[in-house]
């Protein structure tokens, strides 16, 4: 029902930014909830943020504090996750995942097994 394709991820110095793009197709592309999670080597894959649909309710973890900002613009059924103030423990693959009736920041919406739809991953590094 959603394909997702991740970009946006490369190598940058610790105090840099990235922005990362989650493009959406399908019937549900544009409707569904769309999360950021982050996998790093040995470490389970964990929730960065989850934003709705219509883009109005937005979730972010504690471990963001205040320095990722999760936004939508559906015209181009796409999510963004600007990460700004970035450290090497932010080293990992990126993946956004598509969920239907999800609501952010309820339990269920931090959950990897909530969501059905994943794209391939984008890897972030960043050097000290």
């Known amino acids: 029902q959603v394909q997702l394709v991740e970009s946006g991820g490369g190598l940058v110095q610790a105090g840099g930014s990235l922005r990362l793009s989650c493009t959406a197709s399908?019937?549900?592309?544009?409707?569904?909830?769309i999360a950021w999670f982050r996998q790093a080597p040995g470490k389970d894959r964990e929730n960065l943020a989850v934003?709705?649909?219509?883009?109005?309710?937005?979730y972010y973890a504690d471990i963001t504090k205040g320095r990722f900002t999760i936004s939508r613009d559906n015209d181009k059924a796409t999510v963004y996750l600007q990460m700004d103030s970035l450290k090497p423990e932010d080293t990992a693959v990126y993946y956004c995942?598509?969920?239907?009736?999800?609501?952010?920041?309820?339990?269920?919406?931090?959950?990897?097994?909530?969501?059905?739809?994943w794209g391939q991953g984008t890897q972030v590094t960043v050097t000290s």
């Open positions: 995942a598509a969920g239907i009736g999800v609501i952010p920041g309820n339990v269920a919406s931090r959950s990897v097994a909530t969501y059905d739809h």
């Open positions: 399908g019937r549900k592309a544009t409707t569904s909830a």
């Open positions: 934003i709705s649909g219509p883009g109005n309710i937005r």
